[in-house]
């Protein structure tokens, strides 16, 4: 019978993963995105807007006071509110360009 496995090297993640959210992203970061959550007329707006998964999206830029954020989804700007933002999950290693 073998003994205890031991793995060196590997990093410590830390606890549970947590998704990247839309709002997380810094000026210029590129992303796809993974998931629209809300209910209700919100999320049907963010998806009538072209805000729909697999999309790749870049983040513009921020309002000084970092609310509402510029986006660039399927060829045009739109801007959102930090809240809508933080609905949106995205994934920043399968980007794709904006």
Do not use: N, S
Request: proline share 8%; net charge positive; glycine share 14%.
């Amino acid at each position: 019978m073998a003994g205890p496995v031991i793995l060196i090297g590997l990093p410590d993640i830390g606890g549970p993963w947590v998704p990247t959210r839309l709002a997380d992203l810094r000026e210029g970061q590129r992303a796809r995105i993974t998931r629209i959550g809300g209910d209700g007329c919100v999320r049907q707006r963010l998806l009538d807007m072209g805000v729909t998964r697999g999309t790749p999206v870049r983040l513009e830029r921020r309002a000084p006071l970092g609310d509402p954020i510029q986006i660039q989804v399927k060829g045009y700007r739109l801007a959102i509110r930090d809240a809508e933002a933080r609905l949106i999950e995205v994934d920043t290693a399968a980007h794709g360009p904006a």
